[in-house]
């Protein structure tokens, strides 16, 4: 197997590190924050980012020794894409039942 050049081993290692930073600051958050608005943010944002750098990290790897067939780059899109839309979902569902709710309340209450 051929091995790296340094710099391309430093910045595959950056963005390794960094994904996985992302990803652990988004499981905390959803630990930490409250309510599941506040919580829904953890994951649709910051992990989003992080698996995305991580993908990256992959994709340079593959580019450099010439193995890309699209796969890789198909479930980056797709996670860049589906998550925050998965969230906006989460959100919308969330809204639509507080509002139902409030209109199933008595009208003098």
Do not use: Y
């Not at 340094?6 to 990803?23: E, I, K, P, S, T």
């Not at 020794?65 to 890789?72: K, Q």
């Not at 899109?77 to 199933?104: D, Y």
């Amino acid at each position: 197997m051929n091995s790296l050049p340094l710099w391309l081993d430093l910045l595959v290692a950056a963005l390794l590190l960094l994904g996985a930073l992302f990803a652990l600051l988004g499981s905390l958050g959803l630990l930490r924050f409250g309510d599941f608005m506040q919580r829904l943010h953890g994951p649709t944002k910051v992990t989003t980012l992080g698996i995305g750098c991580i993908a990256l990290a992959l994709i340079t790897v593959r580019l450099w020794h010439g193995a890309v067939d699209g796969r890789e780059v198909l479930v980056c899109l797709l996670v860049l894409v589906t998550a925050p839309v998965n969230g906006m979902l989460l959100a919308r569902a969330h809204a639509a039942k507080g509002r139902r709710r409030e209109s199933q309340q008595a009208p003098g209450a």
